[in-house]
Nanobody, 123 residues
Framework: QVQLVESGGGLVQAGGSLRLSCAASGRTFSSYAMGWFRQAPGKEREFVAAISWSGGNTYYADSVKGRFTISRDNAKNTVYLQMNSLKHEDTAVYYC????????????????WGQGTQVTVSS
């Protein structure tokens, strides 16, 4: 079992920045690929970013490429999502996810999910 707890969400003005954190506990964090997803009101959950177990490979949705950065600290069992140049359309509940396979995360099918943290960008 892997437990995931997100933090760092909040209200920010358009053009601002936020950093989300996801703390993992349970099985060996460093063996899991991690990802961030989001779900806006009335929309389906969508892939945002993913990172391999080593941190050596990252993937991003086109909508956030160049503005968001995913990273991880295996010593702290934590994955981060640095969000810059935020737009109103980035408003959503952001979820952390984990799976042994990076492709599984990128395909939006990870096994473990956090409870989510709200990000609201005011225009």
């Amino acid at each position: 079992q892997v437990q995931l707890v997100e933090s760092g969400g909040g209200l920010v003005q358009a053009g601002g920045s936020l950093r989300l954190s996801c703390a993992a506990s349970g099985r060996t964090f460093s063996s899991y690929a991690m990802g961030w997803f989001r779900q806006a009101p009335g929309k389906e959950r969508e892939f945002v970013a993913a990172i391999s177990w080593s941190g050596g490979n990252t993937y991003y949705a086109d909508s956030v490429k160049g503005r968001f950065t995913i990273s991880r600290d295996n010593a702290k069992n934590t994955v981060y999502l640095q969000m810059n140049s935020l737009k109103h359309e980035d408003t959503a509940v952001y979820y952390c996810a984990a799976d042994e396979g990076l492709i599984t995360v990128v395909a939006a099918l990870p096994y473990y999910w956090g409870q989510g943290t709200q990000v609201t960008v005011s225009s």
